[in-house]
């Protein structure tokens, strides 16, 4: 199994962006998580696909695009024309997941589903067999900066369990909270791409990206 840092740009410096991916980049994250909060699904709002086209020129990571949108199937369109290589959609947020799944997945990039907190693991059976990526938020979307929701660890194992028995390669990513003191335990229940915001951004993001990756390629 492949292990990939996927830092959140949501903590970046944003007066010193390309600098800041640069650092990432050259110690070993191949994805960029770029967070796109719509005000509606989440209370907050953060930026959406004129920065993501700017950025997308100025690094060769994968744009892993988390879409915390209400209805996101309007979007798809437009953030796979932006540059986005992986979009992720909330299964809360869809009126129809299939086709939201699908429409990605007609753009050419690779559709990842995500779930909140609240929201059990089965709901995502009826997709096992369309996505490429499942996200488990370990905090309640909407901000950076969050406590790991402990219950989370229990979660990563069962979807691991289920990606296992649907047999496809399915990739297991975690957001929220995670800093270079508990990627560990995120990583031995299952996880194999880990979201980072303020472990990677607080500080020297160069520094940082090492030492997660030392973490990381332990595994
Ligand atoms: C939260 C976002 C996360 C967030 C992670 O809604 O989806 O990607 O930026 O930030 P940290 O790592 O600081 O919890
Ligand atoms: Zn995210």
């Known amino acids: 199994m492949k292990y990939i840092l996927a830092p959140s740009l949501l903590a970046a410096d944003f007066k010193c962006l390309a600098g800041q991916m640069k650092m990432t980049e050259e110690n070993g994250a191949e994805y960029l998580h770029f967070d796109v909060m719509d005000g509606m699904f989440v209370p907050s709002i ?3 696909m004129p920065v993501l086209k700017s950025i997308k020129g100025a690094t060769e ?5 988390h879409l915390m949108v209400q209805e996101p199937v ?3 369109t437009d953030f796979a024309d932006a540059g986005a290589d992986i979009i992720t959609i909330h299964l809360e947020a869809c ?3 299939k086709e939201t799944i699908q429409k990605i997945k007609n753009c050419g990039k690779k559709a990842g589903i995500s779930i ?6 089965d ?4 997709y096992m067999e369309l996505v490429d990526m499942i996200l488990v938020m370990s905090v309640q979307p909407g901000f950076g900066g969050q406590k790991f ?9 069962k979807v691991r369990r289920m990606i296992t028995e649907c047999g496809r390669d399915i990739d297991l990513e975690v957001d929220g909270g995670i800093y270079q003191d508990n990627v560990e335990e995120v990583l031995k229940a299952g996880a194999n791409v880990i979201v980072a915001g303020s472990a ?3 500080g020297d993001p160069g520094q940082n990206t090492k030492a997660m990756m030392e973490r990381l390629r332990q595994y």
């Open 74 to 76: 309007r979007y798809v």
């Open 46 to 48: 953060s930026f959406g």
């Open 61 to 65: 990571q994968v744009m892993d695009v």
């Open 149 to 157: 929701i402990p219950e989370s660890i229990e979660k990563i194992r």
């Open 200 to 202: 990677v951004f607080g």
């Open 95 to 97: 009126q129809d997941v």
């Open 116 to 121: 909140c907190p609240q929201t059990d693991a």
């Open 123 to 126: 709901q995502l059976l009826p």
